[in-house]
């Protein structure tokens, strides 16, 4: 059965410092999504993108934050400079079409970023 | 704005025992409803989803859950709980009104099963 893979599988970094986290999508879905989940609290979403565009984003995704699909099959979440309060567990998804919200979401198994 | 509560942190049932994980949502609108699982050191498995129809919605590995509107709730169930049920389940709900484009889940913070043999 195909599923979304992420790598790596956990990051350690220094505060400050650019991070980038992998994925990739199941192959034939055309909408992806990155969550993340503050260990103890709940999972967020923090961006949706559909044909190399952002299509939503929360107030967490803010300057600090991009995306991007650089060839057919990854899709990345950038922190450009990050912060203590970026730890977390980050989630990607991906769904076949949009179809309204009723798509199911199929989620990776997460990359656990640390920030020190 | 929609939310998801799952009033218990923590389930623990007896295997061969029904167990229920409960979760209850607020929208605007009308919601679409799903459940995770997860296991350790894995990603957010998809059991099942509420989108219209039928109130009653059966899934992955035996698991069903009862969409009841009055009550806005979204509870998981099955009949008979197994050692392997043990995990963490995430509810999540969608507001078919949050606008179009608008795909993001809202999830609950989650509820530990813990089935003992």
């Known amino acids: 059965e195909p599923e979304v893979t992420q790598t790596p599988s956990h990051q350690v970094t220094q505060m400050g410092q650019e991070v980038i986290l992998r994925c990739v999508p199941i192959s034939n879905h055309l909408y992806f999504y990155w969550y993340r989940q503050i260990l103890g609290q709940k999972v967020e979403f923090l961006v949706s993108f559909y044909n190399n565009e952002i299509s939503e984003k929360s107030e967490i995704f803010d300057d600090q934050f991009s995306v991007e699909r650089p060839d057919g099959s990854n899709f990345t979440l950038k922190i450009r400079s990050t912060k203590l309060e970026d730890s977390a567990m980050y989630f990607c998804a991906s769904s076949v079409q949009g179809l309204a919200g009723t798509d199911t979401q199929y989620f990776g198994p997460g990359t656990r970023l640390t920030v020190l | 704005a929609q939310s998801v509560a799952q009033p218990e942190d923590q389930v623990n049932v007896a295997e061969g025992n029904p167990l229920t994980v409960k979760c209850t949502y607020s929208?605007?609108?009308?919601?679409?409803l799903f459940w995770y699982v997860q296991y350790p050191n894995r990603g957010l498995q998809f059991l099942l989803k509420?989108?219209?129809?039928?109130?009653l919605v059966k899934g992955s590995y035996g698991f069903e859950a009862e969409f009841n509107k009055s009550q806005t709730s979204f509870h998981l169930k099955k009949p008979s709980a197994l050692v392997s049920d043990s995990a963490l389940y995430f509810c999540?709900?969608?507001?078919?009104?949050?606008?179009?484009?608008?795909?993001?889940?809202?999830f609950g913070k989650g509820t530990k099963l813990s089935v003992i043999p």
């Open positions: 509420y989108i219209t129809g039928d109130n």
């Open positions: 999540a709900v969608r507001d078919i009104y949050s606008g179009a484009g608008s795909y993001q889940l809202t």
């Open positions: 929208v605007s609108g009308n919601p679409y």
